[in-house]
């Protein structure tokens, strides 16, 4: 699935190779407020545990993995089974579908607590979500540092053209398609200056369910 060129209202990031697409402010900021306070109540937040480093981990922010049935999806050697979709995600899917060109049958959603909550660095390429996903990416709340690199061998270090490092706004829709997965990864680092919460949301299309065992 490939997702149509970049909108004369989306802004194209300069990383050779890439596919990837920012719209500061898609929600205005009454409606990013509304979408933030509900989803908070709405989606049952957890903890997940990683296997990370032949060991399990308590997962650095609060998750829950959302779609449709059958859209099961597997990360750091663990499985997750899809919950319903809410009120508000119904029509936030079919809004972000028709913006972005592309469909959707699930989501991540990943809450943020405070700045001591991250990402680690990691690509989406999962074999589920096919050679070249169209991940879409919409931040509610505190503003976080976002970065972008490109995957080189090991030791290699990488040139500033392969590198990009901004801010994800309130309300802010980040759109990664093309080979973007395949050649960059992408991380949330921590942040001591902040202290507010952040919610994250990754529309996706599960292809096939994971056929590999935890």
Known sequence: ???EPCEETWQALPLPGADVCYVASWLVK???DRLLDRLIDEISWEQHQLLMFGREVAAPRLSCWI???GTTYMYSRTRFEPRAWTPSLIPLRARLESFCGARFNSVLANLYRDGRDSMGWHSDD????????VIASLSLGAARRFRLRRRLPRGTRPA???????????GSLL??????????????PKSAKVDAPRINLTFRYIHTPPSREP
């Open 1 to 3: 699935m490939i997702a």
């Open 30 to 32: 009454d409606e990013a």
């Open 67 to 69: 779609g449709d049935p």
């Open 126 to 133: 999962e074999p589920e979500l096919g050679g070249q996903p």
């Open 160 to 170: 500033p053209v392969d590198t990009l490092d901004f801010p994800l706004a309130h």
């Open 175 to 188: 759109r990664m398609a093309g080979d973007t997965q395949r050649l960059y990864q992408h991380d949330l």
